[in-house]
């Protein structure tokens, strides 16, 4: 039986930080209120770590409040599913995050690697869900290198509470 809490530590997720302000028209006129969208502007890589990693906190902690299953393949695929949908969101804020400029794509590589992971989660329970351990047993093999690639892609660009 795999081990829950080295399935459990593996994304990553920062705040998105957009600025939306609306405006009216003219004082008074029947003007259509418009609306006005201002983007900030792309972090620096310094400014992103510090907000990726300062979200990885706290997603890393509520991955670890995620009670421990044990042996049990029902509550397993339970923990599975609350695992991975802190991560999807996490994920989400972290894809919404401003990346520095000329970082999109090896950030995209990276969440494109959680992706696989959080594949293998939700293939993972269902797999225990339905007594399929075929395939729990090759995803139990898989998940672990699956993982191992996320974590070392998001440290090695910085992101290391998002990598543990």
Known sequence: ??????????????????????????????????????TAPPLTKTQYIREANSICTSMNAAIDAVPDPGDDKEKLAAGLDQVTSIAKASLAKLRAL?????????????????????????????????????????????????????????IAYGLTVCGE
């Open 1 to 38: 039986m795999i081990r829950f809490r080295v399935l459990a530590r593996s994304m990553a997720a920062p705040l998105l930080l957009a600025v939306v302000v609306t405006g009216c028209g003219g004082g008074g006129s029947s003007a259509v209120p418009t609306t006005t969208t201002t």
């Open 98 to 154: 401003r990346p520095p400029a000329g970082d999109e794509a090896a950030l995209e590589a990276i969440y494109a690697k959680v992706d696989v992971v959080l594949a293998d989660y939700e293939q993972l329970s269902t797999a225990l869900r339905s007594g399929d351990t075929t395939t729990a047993n090759s995803l139990q093999r898989k998940g672990p290198t699956d993982q191992k690639a996320a974590n070392d892609a998001a």
